[in-house]
Structures are given as structure tokens and as C-alpha cells.
DNA sequence: ATTGTTTCGTTGTAAAAACAACCGACTTGT
DNA sequence: ACAAGTCGGTTGTTTTTACAACGAAACAAT
């Protein structure tokens, strides 16, 4: 089977046997992705070897990442959903971040310098992860590859990208209530979807811990604020008045 | 003069007149860099003008960026210290990070997508900053620089490895109680010291910002804790026990 | 139809943090 | 030497949060 294949040979290459009209799939997702926008479908299926793609599947609820596990890769999330979190030693589950299709996700950890990876990464529906060779996108290779340029800068507007976000949720983190917390998450959620109304992409629970927070005590704030006028939602769709 | 001379003149090019000595000085500043690790003295100087590198100063309390400004260069902390700072509508300040000698800042909103800078960058001392122009450092040039695929990888690198102090901090900050803010911090920085004896680079307001907690109430608990035994301290000096 | 599960709101209580105000020890500048 | 400013600790009060426990609604499985 293919995806049995790809999951227990990781070094064997993203093309090999006669699963073109799969890997033609895994190329039209990756045309989407910010880590090779620009470049055509054709110039992506001749560098999938040149980078050392490989896939890998995951079922919901499984590990795709472990705290203390290391990383030489890229990843870039094919199909389905992954939270990234961490459980500190008491238990308290914090969402670091959702990734969705499309999105790569653990390139905190490529450096060398850097050590272990510090979150666990699951998935949260079956999910699809095709990996690259990270020392294979950051050296230039000569003649070969004649959009590894463009996958570079795509690479590197990419992680600036994600520290913006990253900074950005700093930004939440660092309000000291959970009021401020949620009107700070919810009015820059407002703005990124362009409209007062919008949806988030977690239930209570899941953006309790998101913001750090205890879900009844925010749950109570939100009506709170509901009841003052400053805002309606009903389930995950909110309403900023 | 030299300062005023590129504070002014913004698109200066670094090596400009008979300032020889002055630029070897800043060279070898660069040479001790992330950016510019494994490059040579003679090999930056030959990329400065390529990369269209240029001097900004700044006294100390001057702001080097503000909220809302965008930017479009590389920067790289020469001499002094900066504080990454963000004060929302009421003045709550906190102190996002430290920028030292070496380090680079605002790589954050490079990207084309990003928009305005979220937060204020302020000198703590009087401070040089060199800055370039980043789409000549990630477009690589054919032939002239043989060393900026070293760069790249670099600032990729580097961009990971911020990338990664972010989720740390992101760390600090989801954690509950300032007691826990405190443990996790101190411990980090003990482990990234290698010694249950460290100093801290903040004073208590500083580490209060830093943490998003209020000072004095975070003065409560660290005589708390001393008292409890877990720790002991004099001024920025820590000692875990 | 009923049983179990998930999700979300609600309540009361205990713990923790923010806030404001103040004090003493040290620096710094003149 | 002295005034002004900075820094860190302390105290008391108010506000906010966490925590635990419960209940109703929606949904899925048997």
C-alpha cells in the first residue's frame, strides 16, 4: 500500500513506483502552499527528489511529534488538521497552535543549535505529512533546480511569517485578564477575517487553552460581555458589537 | 560626521569615504554574528555594499522602531541594547524581548503579507544598528557573492532558532499562576546558563514586564519561594535550590 | 427509545493577582 | 553633603481567576 509504504521506509523517495496519479494529488496540494507558491506543478515534481520528499499518514488522535524527539525536517501538512501543544508536569494541556492543509509546522527546530522539540504535535483528524530534507532546501544546489531559489525565499517569508504569529500571540498571552485576553484574540480574529462576524476554529474548551485560560471562568466572562453588549456568538461564531 | 551622516542619509552605502577604520570595527562586529557566522572579515566587507548595508544610531531612550511602522530591512544590533517593548490602550508595557549586541530584531515583518510592526523597539543604552536591504540577501546573486548562500542558511538558522525562543516564551506566558511563570522562567534560564547559579538580564519591573505579571505581586511571591526554600536571591543574581 | 458522551453555561468558594500606597536602601548628580 | 531618583520589598484591599461540581442541550451509538 502506498501510505503503509511511505510511513515504514521514511528515506524512500516521494516518487518511485507507478503512484502517479497519488503523487500528482500531493503536488497539486503543495502548489497551494506558501513553501513553493510561484512555482508550477511541473517544476515541483522534479524537485521532490532533489529535496527528499517522503510522505507520511497519521490517524486521529495520534503523535506526529513527541516532546524530546528531534528534527531534521520540513514539514508541511497535506490533509487533515494537528494541534500543536504541550501538557507542562501538572497536566495543564496547552494549544501552542492549530495547523491546517497546507501550513508547515517544527521548523523552530531545525537549527542546529537548537535541541529536542519542546511541544508534542497530534492529529487531530487522519492527516497526511509530506517531509523534506531541510539541508537540501537551504543549500543551493547548482543547475539542478532552477526554483529552489523561489522555494528559498518562499521558506524564509514563511518563517517571518510565523514569528509574526508567534508575536502575535504573544500578544495575547501578555494581557493580564481574561477579558483582555479574549478581546484581543477575538477583535485581531475580526480583523484577519475582515468582518465583525466571524468564526474561530476551536470550541471552548480548545480556546480556553489556547488563551490559557480556565474554561468556566471564560465562559463567564464571554457572557459577561455578551451581556453588556460587547459582543454576541452562538457556538464558535462570534459577533463583535 | 559619521553618525549623522547615515542617521540622516537612510540609502548611504556602508563604505562610502576614507572611513576605513570605522567600517573594520563594525566588520568585525558582523563577523561575530549569526548572520555572518563562518564569513570572513574580507568576504563581509566585499557583501556589505551588495547587500546594501547602512548605520543607523540611536541615544539612549530614542525609539529604533514604532508601532506601525514597516520595515523592510534586516537589522542587526551593532553596539548597546534594545528593549522589544509593546504598551497597549492603557499602558500596560511589556517588554516582548531583550535585544543584545549580535542579535537581529524585527524579522518578523519582512514577509509581503506582513503588515505594520506590532511593537516598539526602544533604546536601553546608546546603540548602533546595521540594517539590510532583505530581498538582496535572500535573491541570490549569480556569481559576485560567493559567500551569501553561507548568509542564507544563516538567517534561516537564525530565524528558527528566534522562531523557537518565541514558543519559549510562549511557554512562560500560558502557565497559570506567576509562581509558575517564575519556576519556568528561572529554570530555563538556569539549564540555558548550565548552573543553578545565574543571572538574569532584567530587574524586577523588567522581569515583571517580561513575564506580564504585576511587580510587586510577583516581588510577593519570589520572597515566597524564598522563603519556602526553592530559591535564593540578591538582586539579578538567582540561585535554585 | 435510551444510554452515554460532548459541549457549554452556571454557581459557589477558595486562592491568587492586581492595585495602590508606602518605606528604606542605594545611586546619581550637583 | 544633600536632594532627587531608582529599586526592591511590604502591606492591606479589591478584583479576578481557578477549581470543582452540576445541569441542560445536542448528538451519536446501541
Same mark, same amino acid.
Given at each position: 500500500m502506498f501510505g503503509v509504504n511511505f510511513f515504514h521506509a521514511e528515506r524512500q523517495a516521494f516518487?518511485?513506483?507507478s503512484n502517479g496519479d497519488r503523487v500528482q494529488k500531493y503536488i497539486t496540494i503543495l502548489k497551494r502552499t506558501k513553501l513553493f507558491s510561484g512555482v508550477s506543478e511541473e517544476e515541483i515534481a522534479s524537485m521532490l527528489s532533489c529535496l527528499d520528499a517522503r510522505l507520511r499518514h497519521f490517524q486521529k488522535g495520534?503523535?506526529? %511529534? &513527541?516532546? =524530546?524527539?528531534?528534527?531534521?525536517?520540513?514539514?508541511? %501538512?497535506?490533509?487533515?488538521?494537528?494541534?500543536i501543544q504541550r501538557d507542562d508536569y501538572w497536566g495543564n494541556r496547552?494549544?501552542?497552535?492549530?495547523?491546517?492543509? =497546507?501550513d508547515m509546522f517544527g521548523e523552530a527546530y531545525l537549527a542546529p543549535e537548537s535541541g529536542a522539540v519542546l511541544n508534542d504535535v497530534i492529529a487531530v483528524e487522519n492527516?497526511?505529512?509530506?517531509? #523534506?530534507?531541510? &539541508?537540501?532546501?537551504?543549500?543551493?544546489?547548482?543547475?539542478?533546480? &532552477? #526554483?529552489?531559489?523561489?522555494?528559498?525565499?518562499?521558506? #524564509?517569508?514563511a518563517l517571518s511569517e510565523?514569528? &509574526?504569529?508567534?508575536?502575535?500571540k504573544l500578544g495575547y498571552l501578555s494581557k493580564r485578564t481574561t477579558r483582555e485576553k479574549l478581546i484581543a484574540y477575538l477583535s485581531e480574529e475580526a480583523k484577519r477575517q475582515n468582518s465583525p462576524s466571524f468564526t474561530i476554529p476551536f470550541n471552548?474548551?480548545?480556546?480556553?487553552? #489556547?488563551?490559557?485560560?480556565?474554561?468556566?471562568?471564560?465562559?463567564?466572562? %464571554?457572557?459577561?460581555?455578551r451581556d453588556e453588549g460587547l459582543l454576541a456568538f452562538e457556538k464558535n461564531q462570534f459577533r463583535l458589537l
Open positions: 516518487i518511485n513506483e495520534e503523535y506526529v %511529534l &513527541r516532546q =524530546g524527539e528531534s528534527l531534521a525536517d520540513i514539514t508541511v %501538512l497535506a490533509e487533515g488538521a494537528l494541534h496547552a494549544i501552542v497552535n492549530r495547523v491546517s492543509v =497546507g492527516s497526511t505529512v509530506i517531509l #523534506f530534507d531541510v &539541508r537540501r532546501i537551504i543549500t543551493v544546489c547548482s543547475s539542478a533546480c &532552477r #526554483f529552489h531559489a523561489a522555494v528559498i525565499q518562499n521558506l #524564509f517569508y510565523k514569528n &509574526r504569529i508567534l508575536v502575535q471552548r474548551q480548545q480556546l480556553a487553552d #489556547f488563551l490559557s485560560v480556565d474554561r468556566s471562568a471564560m465562559s463567564k466572562e %464571554l457572557c459577561k460581555m
